[in-house]
């Protein structure tokens, strides 16, 4: 079986694709997604909490660059509310591996020395990624601390926010795709977000925009071919954001994407941002007419 779940004493325990992980950490007798030797990421348990600390107990000895002991206390905290994700080595029980955070939020990302550059941390953002996609959370956001780091979240498709200072920031937008309804009548619609000046300053550059393929369907409701969104960190320091739609080169709607009219229109709110999948029309109070 290649990934997939069971079900163990009522939790469902997700087993790591095999591939890449396996065959490197286990060599050749070592059947990655297989027998008792199966690698895994899940939520931690108070054992794997204490191997990390004495992972980073024992690393800090050997004055290992990249150890989060410093920060053992939010760790701990993390596994105590039910966030910490763990990286297992099936052969020998432990992790090897963990991730704090989700990528949501600034946090901890840790793969133990000698276990670095097998694709540990590459399969912990992969994980963080399809839970963030499952919360409807695409909008990531994580510090580059340390900054030898930046090369793996660059590798991992996140773009460095510039001049914000120490640590750096990076951030990453997951996309979304969807099937027009077929009996959508193909409609062009603009969606852009801008700084809150645009309220008073049309000339206002908008900080992003996009035209994905859409069609309306009889119910009033713009079905778009993938997601729009905003990540609130690249207007960070310009206020609320705007949002501004336009249908067949007609505004339809200009106002702050935090307010309820915005989220009866379709604009959502994440933790990072806003995005949005489909357009009520009614709620425009827009006719559209041939
Ligand atoms: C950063 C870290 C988490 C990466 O984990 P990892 O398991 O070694 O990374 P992966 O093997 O999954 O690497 C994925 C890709 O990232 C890039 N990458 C990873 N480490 C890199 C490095 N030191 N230099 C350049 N590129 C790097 C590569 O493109 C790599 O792909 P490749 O191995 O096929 O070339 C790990 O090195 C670590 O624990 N460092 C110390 C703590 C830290 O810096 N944490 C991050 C900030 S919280």
């Known amino acids: 079986m290649e990934g997939g779940s069971r079900w163990i004493f009522g939790k469902r325990l997700e087993m790591v694709r095999s591939g890449k992980v396996g065959q490197r950490l286990g060599g050749s007798s070592h059947r990655p ?75 901890i990302l840790q793969v133990r020395h000698e276990y670095r550059r097998k694709g540990i941390g590459r399969k912990l953002v992969e994980r963080c990624i399809s839970l963030a996609l499952r919360r409807e959370q695409p909008l990531l956001y994580i510090t580059c601390e340390p900054p030898t780091s930046i090369p793996f979240w660059n590798a991992m498709g996140f773009t460095l926010l510039a001049n914000r200072g120490h640590p750096v920031a990076a951030y990453r937008v997951l996309g979304k795709s969807f099937v ?27 900080v992003h925009s996009d035209s994905p393929a859409a069609c309306l369907t009889p119910d009033h409701v ?8 905003l990540h609130e960190e690249i207007i960070e320091g310009y206020g609320d954001a705007m949002v501004e739609i336009t249908i067949n080169e007609s505004r339809v709607y ?14 959502k709110r994440c933790i990072n941002g ?10 425009t109070q827009l006719v559209l007419t041939d």
């Open 33 to 107: 997604g297989a027998g008792p030797h199966r690698n895994s990421i899940r939520r931690s348990t108070n054992q794997d909490l204490a191997d990390i600390r004495a992972w980073l107990e024992e690393e800090e000895e050997r004055k290992v660059p990249g150890n989060f002991l410093c920060n053992f206390a939010l760790i701990e905290a993390g596994h105590k509310r039910g966030e910490l994700l763990v990286f297992i080595d099936g052969k020998v029980g432990r992790p090897a591996g963990y991730q704090l955070g989700g990528l949501i939020r600034p946090g």
């Open 180 to 206: 027009l309804p077929a009996p959508g009548e193909p409609i062009d619609v603009v969606v852009s977000f801008y700084p809150n000046e645009r309220q008073w300053d049309p000339g206002t550059a908008a």
């Open 222 to 229: 713009v079905h778009l071919e993938r997601r729009v969104a």
């Open 254 to 267: 200009l106002d702050k994407a935090k307010y309820p009219e915005s989220t009866s229109i379709g604009v």
């Open 274 to 283: 806003y995005f949005i999948d489909q357009i009520r029309l009614d709620a």
